[in-house]
Nanobody, 120 residues
Framework: QVQLVESGGGLVQPGGSLRLSCAAS????????MGWYRQTPGKERELAAR???????NYVDSVKGRFTISRDNAKNTVYLQMDSLKSEDTAVYYC??????????????WGQGTRVTVSS
């Protein structure tokens, strides 16, 4: 089974930066799409950033120009560089990965979540 391990969350002041990492392991033949979603109490989980195998990216409007998503295919890892952080970015961030397993079946898995708190 494919597993995701997230890291990099924490407490940061407004205007600061954090870099989130998500490493996939297990039965993986290939990874297609990798993304970061975020959720706060009382709000729906929303897509923050997504990156395809060929490097095409999508961002929610509120993070454009501040967040950068990237991936290292050799390490099966996706990153989210977050700069100029605002209090509105406070949320639990979840990694999501979709691809093909080593057994020929597709997979769609979520990480455990990492908390980002932006506060002075």
């Amino acid at each position: 089974q494919v597993q995701l391990v997230e890291s990099g969350g924490g407490l940061v002041q407004p205007g600061g930066s954090l870099r989130l990492s998500c490493a996939a392991s297990g039965s993986i033949r290939s990874i297609n799409t990798m993304g970061w979603y975020r959720q706060t109490p009382g709000k729906e989980r929303e897509l923050a950033a997504r990156i395809t195998r060929d490097g095409s990216t999508n961002y929610v409007d509120s993070v454009k120009g501040r967040f950068t998503i990237s991936r290292d295919n050799a390490k099966n890892t996706v990153y989210l560089q977050m700069d100029s952080l605002k209090s509105e970015d406070t949320a639990v961030y979840y990694c999501n990965v979709a691809g093909d397993s080593g057994y020929g079946w597709p997979f769609y898995v979520w990480g455990q979540g990492t908390r980002v708190t932006v506060s002075s």
